[in-house]
């Protein structure tokens, strides 16, 4: 039995839904993680994982995508 964890980031940078997408794209590349949902008009990331995950290396996906992201927990 696997369990995931939650993680939530803050962005900032974003101007439509577009933008989400391709956030998600970066920081679904990112080892451990399962899946990304961002929504552009809260201006928060949140990051299923499998395992442990640096968050720096979600803020590092995020910036790869053109934005700027923070840690919210």
Known sequence: MSTTTRREFAVTGMHCGSCGLLIDDEVEEVPGVVSCTTDVR????VVECDGPVDPAAVVAAVAEAGYTARPLD
């Not at 809260?42 to 990331?45: A, I, L, N, V």
Request: glycine fraction near 24%; proline fraction near 0%.
């Open 42 to 45: 809260k201006g928060r990331t």
